[in-house]
């Protein structure tokens, strides 16, 4: 495909994409793809254990991987040797979305240089986790996030426009951040 028909989704200079970003096993992809149509009822509960280590200092163990870390800045009293939870939930967002971007990249026959989501979100963190101020019309959590993905590929603008906004549709992390979803916390035992 020509230079010119290659779009970046962002207001950066038009480059020609050099390289690919690695696919993904599109074979693997239409059988993940089928076996979900064949069985659209199937729900996969995912699991983490926090184990608290000091301070604010979290291990995060998840199926047989490594622990994935979680701490806080030093301004909000950590040792700053990890992300916080919320620049966590920010990443698992990102994550998700280029996931997804990516699979439908792929299945879309569409060619991907370059990838990359930058997000930022809004927090009011006065609360202290409950410590602080207190007042009952301050929202908690992210009030606002942001995400703008930096995509080279050698489609059209209107057509990776088109792939992010279905890849943002689907995702299940964006839905998590888009609605309601039901928690419940309570003491083991």
């Known amino acids: 495909m020509p230079d010119t ?10 480059t020609a994409v050099t390289g690919c970003l690695a696919p993904i096993d599109k074979a693997g992809l239409e059988r993940l793809a089928a076996a979900g149509k064949a069985n659209p009822d199937v729900v996969k509960t995912v ?11 979290h291990a995060n163990h998840i199926r047989n991987l490594p622990p994935h870390i979680v701490d806080e800045p030093p301004q909000l009293l950590g040792d700053d040797t990890a992300p916080n939870p919320s620049e966590a939930a920010l990443a698992a ?4 979305l280029a996931v997804g971007i990516h699979a439908n990249a792929i299945a879309q026959g569409i060619v991907i240089g ?9 927090i009011n963190i006065t609360a202290v986790w409950g410590t602080g101020d ?4 301050k929202p908690v959590g992210f009030t606002e996030v942001r995400a703008r993905v930096v995509l080279e590929a050698d489609a059209p ?3 990776l426009d088109a792939l992010v906004a279905h890849a943002t549709a689907w995702s299940p992390v964006a839905n998590t951040f888009i609605r309601p979803v039901g928690l419940t916390v309570a003491l083991a035992g």
């Open 93 to 96: 967002l990102g994550s998700c």
């Open 114 to 122: 370059k990838l990359e989501v930058e997000l930022e979100g809004d």
């Open 5 to 14: 028909d290659r779009q970046t989704h962002t207001q950066q200079p038009r």
């Open 47 to 57: 699991k983490c254990r926090t184990v608290a280590e000091g301070r604010f200092r």
């Open 134 to 137: 207190l007042a009952e019309t």
């Open 157 to 159: 603008r209107e057509r």
